[in-house]
């Protein structure tokens, strides 16, 4: 059996002026990086007359060792529309070098059901996450050169919020003292890094509609507080005009292929555990623009990824998606009912029965909180038994929402069909999306709402840190912003090993914080980090090149 870097190596692509010509992007808006590869001026959402096409959102059950395979189905989506004769585009995100590296491995699909070049995808690309570092860095630089040359802002040194990134897993640089070494070498401080995706100008150039948005919220960065608690940004440090120069390519999205030539938009990466988890408004809506269904996904489970694509991306850009896809897999569900990972492929309809109230929860979300049409895509595996299956969909009935079998790791867009059908079906029907919260509610009524009505928690639990945090934020006039939570992907708690669907909790909030630039505030729950760390065998060890420049060993 072929492996997936092997399969999208086997794969002829076609040139990407082709791929432009398929997608309708005319020639002089295309940047080309090489053959296979290009960016699309991002001058073409003025010029594009045309209506909207209908966007669906590819989200999933709480994340196990199992694997779900969402960006999988989102290709095998994309293609599987195309092989019924629709005009179909993907707006995907960009994979970060910290799990590629670490223990995900990459982020362009599976088996047959993927984008390319896939190495590219997972590697470089066309340097946005360098641009994103560098740009942070930058105005990381210019704080600290601001204190060293008199701090005439009366920064507070114990009060600097902004950190330095990289686009790595790299525990080491978590928590450090920098500055060192005299007068001359800066002032002595406590400093962090965190993940280039975790930046929030990461999360900015995705929610920027246009450059001079870009450079209008970036300018709003606050990165500290002078000694009388008030506000510093990137603006009083003049910093926001470099900024966008070095951001000024990375804001135009990428255009590669499917293995089978659909056009893909990939481009931005928050995770959607720390940050937004979607992919950029502006690809995105050039993709509506292009396309009669685009297919976008958010990252991890529908509690984190689809709450803040419908409640933070949809609210800020305008969208109205026409249908969500909630992927499952059943070997995911035994997992969520106590099976061990060395056990899932034997059948066991008990442990699948208490799993699944985990999918139904998401797919209740979906439909009652958020008014959406929805369909369960199974990611078939070959363990898979006809009684499984049938539990699955049985379960799923009593809710009104069908499933349809995904076989795009297998099959590519021939095994999408199914999934393509049932989408375009509901695309339309009825539409009555509504967000889970009020952004003009208290900031704590808001916390209460995520955790209530989409964790299915008993409530929200602030620390004497977050209750002062949360006055503050309130006093200085951000209290109107939308919420994005930063929490555990493994449980629909703040509790990694509480699996299902579990009821009696409360969720901690130990932090808040307002990112003024890309106009939410976060909400820091549980343990969760900003910048992870590799596991005990990273997949960097597999990785490896030949004397042609062949890769192996990306996953």
């Not at 949809?314 to 990972?341: D, E, F, I, S, W």
């Not at 509790?495 to 307002?514: M, S, Y």
Request: aromatic share 6%; proline share 5%; glycine share 10%.
């Amino acid at each position: 059996m072929l492996t997936d870097i092997e399969i999208a190596q086997s794969t002829q692509m076609k040139p990407i002026q082709e791929i432009a010509e398929t997608a309708g992007v005319p020639e002089e808006y295309l940047e080309c990086y090489g053959r296979y590869k290009a960016k699309v001026d991002y001058k073409l959402l003025n010029e594009v007359q045309a209506e909207d096409g209908k966007l669906i959102l590819v989200t999933a059950i709480t994340p196990t060792p199992a694997g779900e395979g969402k960006t999988t189905t989102s290709v095998g989506l994309a293609d599987g529309l195309r092989k019924i004769g629709k005009k179909s585009i993907a707006a995907l995100r960009e994979p970060s070098l910290g799990p590629v590296f670490g223990i995900k491995g990459g982020a362009a699909g599976g088996g047959y059901a993927q984008v390319v070049p896939m190495e590219d995808i997972n590697l470089h690309f066309t340097g946005d996450f360098h641009a994103i570092g560098a740009a942070n860095n930058l105005l990381a630089a210019m704080l600290d050169n601001h204190i060293q040359q008199g701090n005439a802002l009366g920064i507070d040194v114990k009060q600097i919020t902004w950190k330095r990134v990289v686009d790595m897993n790299d525990r080491q640089l978590r928590h450090i003292v920098d500055g060192l070494g005299g007068r001359m070498q800066g002032v002595p401080r406590e400093d962090g890094f965190d993940i280039t995706v975790a930046s929030e100008i990461m999360a900015v150039l995705c929610l920027a509609t246009s450059l001079m948005d870009l450079k209008q919220k970036l300018g709003s960065i606050i990165v500290a507080y002078t000694y009388d608690g008030k506000p510093v940004t990137a603006h009083d440090l003049k910093a926001e005009g470099a900024m966008t120069a070095l951001l000024k390519d990375a804001l135009k999205p990428n255009l590669v292929q499917t293995l089978e030539g659909t056009p893909a938009f990939i481009h931005g990466g928050p995770f959607a555990n720390i940050a937004h988890g979607c992919n950029s408004i502006m690809a995105t809506r050039m993709a509506l623009k292009l396309g009669d269904y685009v297919v976008t996904e958010a990252g991890f489970a529908a509690d984190l990824g689809a709450e803040k694509f419908l409640d933070i991306k949809c609210r800020m850009a305008g969208l109205t998606p026409a249908a969500v896809v909630v992927v499952a897999t059943v070997r995911a569900l035994k997992y969520h009912g106590g099976v061990p990972k060395a056990e899932l492929n034997q059948e066991n309809l008990e442990a699948l029965e208490k799993g699944l109230p985990n999918l139904l929860q998401h797919v209740g979300n979906i439909k009652n909180v958020y008014g959406l049409p929805c369909v369960v895509a199974v990611n078939a595996f070959p363990t898979d038994t006809k009684a499984e299956l049938d539990l699955v969909e049985a379960k799923c009935r009593e809710l009104g929402v069908n499933v349809a079998l995904s076989e795009v790791w297998a099959k590519g867009g021939e095994g999408g069909k199914a999934l393509a059908e049932e989408v375009v079906r509901l695309c339309e029907e009825e539409n009555r999306f509504q967000y889970a919260y009020d952004t003009q509610l208290p900031i704590e009524e808001k916390l209460e709402a995520i955790v209530k009505k989409i964790y299915h928690g008993d409530g929200v639990v602030l620390t004497p840190a977050a209750k002062k945090q949360v006055k503050q934020l309130t006093d200085l006039g951000f209290g109107g912003l939308p919420i994005c939570m930063a929490k555990t992907q493994y449980s629909f708690s703040d509790d990694p090993g509480l699996l299902g669907a579990p009821q009696g909790f409360t969720v901690t909030v130990r932090n808040v914080k307002v990112s003024a630039g890309a106009g939410f505030l976060v909400a820091l729950t549980g343990d969760i980090m900003t910048m992870p760390g590799l596991p005990k065998v990273p997949a960097a060890e597999k990785i490896d090149v030949d004397e042609n420049g062949r890769i192996t060993g990306l996953f």
